[in-house]
């Protein structure tokens, strides 16, 4: 029963190329959540994505990044003409249900991250 | 914007010590969830608290959700080198949010010196 599985697990880049990172969850589970951890600061919220919908995607950055979670295959996180600053840790994580009580059945499980770092 | 204030940002002590960590906030939550995250790993849930006033023990690790749902400790009896690492409070439903988008508090770096 495989965790949360982000790929790649490191990922550099140069300025303005592209950046593509993806998040399969886990087994059952519909509800994908991105968040970015900058060096030295907390985790943050990005998006929330249901298969084939966005959720709220009040945390995401108004250009450049996009996400999608298809009805088949994986939840892609995008970013387009990479600075600097986007150099960070991105983390997904799944749920089975959407729910806001994250206990029990409906446990929120982190993927081990993926490392961009933009050149 | 719901802040989670964390704190101590670093803690540094001998092994056997005791050390409590608290995240505050304004801000009403229905869950509160502690992780503790290795380097270079994800954060791995310790524990969801759900009820104002709950009290959940994991061996040594003891946890709180306040009464008001706003503010949690983390209590860590007799610690042990085995418990350095990076802890992470983070609660859902702020704002009557009705799904598991988290707000994170900044983390404490704890190091227990043998």
């Known amino acids: 029963n495989a965790g949360v599985m982000q790929n790649p697990r490191h990922l550099v880049r140069r300025r303005g190329q592209e950046a593509r990172l993806r998040c399969s969850p886990m087994?059952?589970?519909?509800?994908v959540y991105w968040y970015r951890q900058l060096p030295e600061e907390g985790l943050k919220f990005m998006v929330y994505?249901?298969?084939?919908?966005?959720?709220?995607e009040s945390g995401m950055p108004k250009e450049r990044f996009s996400a999608e979670f298809p009805k088949e295959g994986p939840s892609i996180l995008r970013i387009q003409q990479v600075v600097r600053g986007d150099s960070a840790a991105y983390f997904c994580?799944?749920?089975?249900?959407?729910?806001?009580?994250?206990?029990?059945?409906?446990?929120?499980?982190f993927g081990a991250g993926s490392r961009l770092t933009v050149l | 914007t719901q802040l989670l204030e964390q704190s101590p940002q670093f803690l540094s002590i001998q092994e056997g010590e005791n050390l409590t960590v608290y995240c505050n906030s304004s801000s009403v939550f229905s869950s509160l969830q502690w992780y503790r995250q290795e380097p270079g790993e994800g954060p791995v849930l310790l524990v969801t608290v759900v009820t104002g006033g709950e009290v959940k023990k994991l061996k040594r690790l003891t946890f709180q959700f306040g009464d008001a749902r706003k503010d949690s400790s983390l209590h860590i009896t007799a610690a042990q080198p085995g418990d350095t690492g990076l802890y992470l409070c983070a609660g859902a439903g702020a704002g009557g949010t009705s799904y598991g988008k988290l707000t994170f508090g900044q983390g404490t770096i704890l190091t227990v010196h043998p």
């Open positions: 994580a799944s749920s089975p249900t959407g729910g806001v009580l994250l206990s029990g059945a409906n446990v929120l499980t």
């Open positions: 087994k059952g589970h519909s509800h």
């Open positions: 994505l249901q298969k084939e919908n966005i959720i709220d």
